[in-house]
């Protein structure tokens, strides 16, 4: 469907559980276990960007996936922030109001210009109009940097704690022998992921809202030792029977 983003959660996601099903020789929460899951990681992302630009770039993806990959890798960073212009929009609001924000739904065509202006003279040459740039509203394309310019710095300290549930969520499930580990690594991955990569809107209010539920659940369940519906039932049986 030309989804780059859940592309690349999808194979972030394997590559966790293939670590996961690996390290299950070594002991629960040991040093190497920790280690193996940041290397797991870092490979994975690596590895995600690798395969899309040679399939992007050749054309295996489609004629538009190209046109659109061309154009925004043709800058000095690359896809990663070409594909994110809208970050330097909303970094220049930011600076401007780091403290209390821009109010809700900020609008201001200025930062749009700016940031448009920087990525031409970074190389980069966009296919069309930024959608919240037409609308009036400051570009951003993060959780985080969105809340940020809106809020001020609490709606970022707000993102920033949910990042740290995301990812303590993801060393609890590491060390869980969990049948539904690949559904909750998918939604855990895929919240850290738009926390820092996409914008916040639309049905992402309602998917962020229950990939954080689930993120707490997770942490929840590591700490009492139940996580599934499948294990307190199996945990009940046996109680019943003793």
């Known amino acids: 469907m030309g989804s780059r983003a859940l592309g690349g959660v999808c194979f972030i996601a394997l590559a966790f559980l293939m670590m996961q099903r690996e390290s299950a020789r070594l002991s629960r929460g040991s040093?190497?276990?920790?280690?193996?899951?940041?290397?797991?990681?870092?490979?994975?992302v690596a590895g995600t960007f690798r395969i899309y630009d040679f399939a992007a770039s050749t054309g295996l993806l489609g004629y538009q996936a190209q046109e659109k990959y061309e154009s925004q890798s043709?800058?000095?960073?690359?896809?990663?922030?070409?594909?994110?212009?809208?970050?330097?929009?909303?970094?220049?609001?930011?600076?401007?109001?780091?403290?209390?924000?821009?109010?809700?739904?900020?609008?201001?065509?200025?930062?749009?210009?700016?940031?448009?202006?920087?990525?031409?003279d970074l190389g980069y040459r966009p296919l069309g109009p930024d959608p919240?740039?037409?609308?009036?509203?400051?570009?951003?394309?993060?959780?985080?940097?969105?809340?940020?310019?809106?809020?001020?710095?609490?709606?970022?300290?707000?993102?920033?704690?949910?990042?740290?549930?995301?990812?303590?969520?993801?060393?609890?499930?590491?060390?869980?022998?969990?049948?539904?580990?690949?559904?909750?690594?998918?939604?855990?991955?895929?919240?850290?992921?738009?926390?820092?990569?996409?914008?916040?809107?639309?049905?992402?209010?309602?998917?962020?809202?229950?990939?954080?539920v689930l993120a707490v659940y997770v942490l929840e369940s590591a700490r009492t030792g139940i996580i599934s519906a499948r294990a307190f039932a199996r945990r009940a049986a046996r109680a019943w029977q003793a």
């Open 31 to 44: 040093r190497a276990t920790t280690i193996a899951l940041g290397i797991a990681i870092l490979v994975a």
């Open 74 to 120: 043709a800058g000095e960073f690359g896809v990663l922030l070409g594909g994110r212009g809208e970050i330097l929009s909303s970094a220049l609001a930011i600076r401007d109001a780091p403290i209390l924000g821009h109010g809700s739904w900020a609008m201001d065509t200025d930062y749009a210009l700016q940031g448009q202006m920087m990525m031409r």
């Open 132 to 212: 919240q740039a037409a609308a009036g509203l400051i570009p951003s394309h993060s959780y985080l940097f969105g809340a940020w310019t809106d809020a001020g710095i609490l709606g970022a300290v707000f993102w920033g704690w949910v990042l740290s549930v995301a990812i303590r969520a993801m060393f609890a499930l590491f060390r869980m022998a969990e049948p539904l580990s690949p559904l909750f690594t998918f939604f855990v991955v895929l919240l850290a992921w738009d926390l820092l990569f996409s914008p916040y809107g639309a049905q992402q209010r309602f998917f962020a809202s229950y990939e954080i």
